[in-house]
Structure formats: structure tokens, C-alpha cells
DNA sequence: CGATCAGTTGAGAATGGTCAAATTCGGTGG
DNA sequence: CCACCGAATTTGACCATTCTCAACTGATCG
């Protein structure tokens, strides 16, 4: 598919921190994830943060941001960026061009909708300790898909407080929880490495399923 | 557009309790719902329900279940429903004859999104009774948009059972939640209707803002 | 070599869950 | 019309999970 070329003629880089599509504003781009990781959230008035969703290399950011007016979150990098910038004209305009860029857009938009209906399951009937777990082997089964990682463990440079706000946790909590974990001899997080200790174990004590995660990409009709 | 009218003529009724889309089957359909509530879910291994949102009249429902090969979630019928079925070829044939239908689509999946997202942040950072009172709020202004109720109030056919599974709380919790809103003189849930008691203190004490919900259609480039 | 940010731990409090037992409500059959 | 049934709601008592506050340790970086 020719058209996807297009997307990758931008290349932007950003600085960890840096808030690379900002809520409430308007004309955001959207951008392919090359290099780094990135997290999407939403701020409450009273300061809170709840991260929606964390980004690797490969992932497609900020759809949201360009389809509506302003947009309806915000998006921040954790480590240094490298991305392409993809502007709405070369969705809208690829559209017309190629019908079929049309189901591959909207394909990625549904796994994306998909990975966020499983964090609410995770948020509203799991455990603290169940949904620590389920949060580390989505990131370890996706950065595998991209030859980040694999069964024994990946490198991850959140912090504690990252997965607070991911996981609906006080900072605290998540010290607590990722102690038991660790001496459960499930998994550990220390010093920006997670290490699946007992990978099987692991993901019986999370009910991890990756369904959701490996559709088979779009049908092409 | 015409295009649309192909959307409307399988017509579908259901009854209440009826599972119009099963998880994990495939060759599921989509459906616009003309009348009556539903609402889709994800069951756990353990058989704790986790609702990701509720279906009302005028929404289209399951486009996910025929994007991806099998069903990543389930619907069930709240009350009787009459709907019109949506198949998968409607949708990407519709795609080849007319670019803008594939704008339409993804506008939809992508407000979809949105809402999915507002309930992320609803259980992740906000309050038993701040949850139920966000929740009740999205719902009179969802209705609002199709003529269902006004800033009185409206006709709500759930269960606090349905509540308790939407908010990630207990059911004994929910039922106690109400009463407090109520003894706050802030809303009330009684024999099938809400009753927003005092609107605006309630949208402030929920830090509701219906953003999520009023974006304005889609661009249509 | 401070300063700052991330991580760690303890004590006590608060939110929400579980279990068990009423009570109410909307049908339904007689 | 009335008795009865099952589902939904309500309440109390007690318990568990998670939070808050506070202090302390360790790592990193100019």
C-alpha cells in the first residue's frame, strides 16, 4: 500500500516530557511512534491524572486528536521521541484515493478501542495486584510484536508513578504491589527492567488473554 | 447521503435479556438501535461482568465485532429492542462508493472511543458517588440528544446490578451510593427514572463536562 | 556535593466489599 | 381481587483493600 508511504515523510523528534498533542487544543497532528515510548491520558479539574493508554515504537497516536475539533486528551513522551507526522489531509485525502486505507485506518482505530475497553475491565474488576500484572504482560506480548522484549522480560523506563496513574493506584500502593509480585516470585520491576520471573504463572494469576491484542490485522475485502 | 439508507433495511427486534452479540463468536453483525436500551460488557474468567458502555436509541452498536474476526465483546439487551442490522459488507462496499462514508464511520468509532476513555477516567480517579453521579449525567445528556429526557431527569430502565457492573463497584455499594446522592438533595434513582434533583450542583460535584460527548460531527474534508 | 526525583516503609484512616437478612415491587395464576 | 413468587432493593455488622501522611533512603545530574 503505497499510500502509507505518505505517512512517513515528517519526521519530528521530541524531548522526554515534551507534550506532544495537548488537550483542548485545536489542529493536532497524529503521529507514528519510531522511536520511544509515549502515554496518552486525560487530567481531572482537581489535578488527577488517569493514563489511558502507553505507547511503544510502531503505535499510531493521537487519531483522536486530528478526526475531532480539539482535542479530547493529551498525549506526553517518557523518553526521548522519534516519529513521523501524519496530518488529517493525508488520512482524509488517502481515503479517496484508496478505499482500502480507509479499513486499515479504521482497523487501528478499533485495536486501539479494543486495548482501552480491556484496561476498563482491568480498572473496574481486577485486584491491584491482578491489574499490575496484566498492565506488564500487555507491555512484554506488544514490545515482543516490535523485537522489543520477549518471555524472560523487556526494558521499561516508567516510573512508579506512571503506573499509578495507569492503573487508578496511588504511587504507594504500586511500591506495595510490585513487592508482593516480586516476592510471589511472579515478576520484577527494578531499575527500568521488568523480568518475568514465572511467565506462565503470571498469566494464569492475571487471567491474561491476548485476543485482544492479536487480531490478525484488517480483512481486505 | 444515501449510502446510509442500506444502513437501515434489515429490521431486528430482540427481547430483553437476549445476547445480540457473543464474545469470541465470528460473522457477528452491527446494528443501529431504534428502540431500547442495551448494553456491551466482557465477561472475566472468574465470571465478573465489567459494562463498557450502554447502548440507547440512535446508537450503533458492535462495529467492532465485525471488524475483527471474532467478537472481542458481548451485547445484551437491557429491554426489548428494535434495531437494524448492519453487516459487514454494507460497510466496506459502502467505503469504494463513497470516501466520505469511511469519515462517517471512523468519526463514529472514534466518539466511541471517547466514551469508552471518559469511563476509563471515571473508574481509575473519581469516587463511588462521583462515578454514579458522571455516570447518570452522560446518560440524561446521550437521551437529551435523541429526545429521551431533559435536565429533569429521564425514564432509565437499568438495575442497580447494571450500575454496580458499569462503575466497578458492588451492588450492596451502588444501592448505598444512591441514597446518599439523594440524601444530598443532588439526584435521584427510583422506579425506573432519574430525577436530577439539583442539576448544576450535581455536573460540578461530578466535574462533568460534556466535551466527550458534543464533539460536532464529522469533518467532513 | 547539594538538589531533586524516584523509590521504600510504617501507622492509622477511609473507602468500598462481603455476608446475611429483611423488605418491597411487579407480575401471575387461581 | 388476592396470594404468592422471584427479582430487585435496602439495611446492618464486620472485614479487606487501598489511601494518606510522613519520614527516610537511594540514585542521578548538573
Redesign the interface.
Known sequence: METLARFHRRRRTFLSGHEMINHGERNQSAFILAKGWAFSF?V???G???I?DFQIPGDFLG??SI????A??SVEAVTDIEASEVL??DI??G??RA?RL??A???A??R???M??????N????SAEERMAHLLLELGARLKLVGGGDRTGFDCPLTQYHLA?A??LSAVHVNRVLRQLREDGLVTFRQRRVVFDDFERLKVFA?FDT??LD??G??L?
Do not use: C, I, M, N
Open positions: 486525560k481531572l479539574p482537581t488527577e491524572r488517569q489511558v487519531l483522536r478526526l475531532f475539533r480539539t479530547d486528551h488529517a489531509s482524509f485525502e481515503f479517496a478505499p480507509a479499513t485506518v479504521l482497523w482505530a478499533s486501539d478501542e479494543a482501552v475497553v480491556e484496561h476498563l475491565v480498572l473496574g474488576r481486577r496513574d492503573l487508578g487471567a485476543e485482544y487480531q490478525e484488517p480483512l475485502h
